[in-house]
């Protein structure tokens, strides 16, 4: 199934077992450019495979957040300047849904996660430049997190992230990884 996913910053502990890809955190990892803080970091972990210009991707996602900005969820990326990382991270103790749009500089959306870090699915369709970001805590109900406007280009890397800005040791498994073409649900379809 990953035979043609590559790493961006390989951990140095992962493995897969069947259509679980399970990592663990090296420290200090992480995916931000410029705003409020005013540094760059390229350094967190990332397993993605190369598409075309429009595509549907999700996953399952199971981890045990414990610290702040522990994070974890699906990356696409253009380059450097140019990605969108799509996570559960802890902030102020609590898991949030996260959204990091980059586009030369990072902007931060958050919104409070109601489920179970043990298991979450997210989603993201990329389809004429917009990005269309669902969550779901079942698989099968998906809310809208984000309507958000991304650069179009040829080719997009998307797939697995996680990081650990705070510490190492976050343990994390993805299943149900799929990238697929853009699965033509409307704004309001949440199945």
């Known amino acids: 199934m990953y035979d043609e996913y ?35 970091r390229d350094s967190g972990h990332f397993y993605g495979v190369r598409t075309g210009p429009e595509f549907t991707a999700q996953a399952r996602v199971s981890a045990d957040f414990r610290a702040l900005y522990d ?15 799509i996570t559960i991270e802890v902030n102020d103790g609590v898991p949030y849904l996260s959204t990091v749009v980059t586009d030369g500089v990072s902007d931060w959306s958050t919104g409070l ?23 779901s805590t079942d698989g099968e109900h998906w809310p809208l997190i984000r309507l958000a406007p991304f650069p179009q280009a040829r080719q997009y890397w998307v797939g697995p992230m996680a990081c650990t800005p705070e510490r190492g040791g976050l343990q994390v498994t993805f299943s149900e990884v799929s990238v697929t073409a853009p699965n033509g649900k409307s704004l309001h379809d949440l199945t």
């Open 113 to 135: 996660f109601n489920g179970d870090t043990a298991g979450f699915w997210l989603r993201v369709t990329l389809q004429n430049g917009v990005l269309k970001v669902q969550a």
């Open 71 to 85: 994070q974890a969820g699906l990356m696409v990326r253009i380059d450097a300047e140019h990605w969108v990382k």
């Open 6 to 40: 590559e790493w961006l910053n390989e951990p140095k502990s992962w493995s897969m077992l069947g259509d679980q890809l399970t990592w663990t955190t090296d420290a200090a990892t992480d995916f931000w450019r410029e705003t409020h803080y005013g540094f760059v």
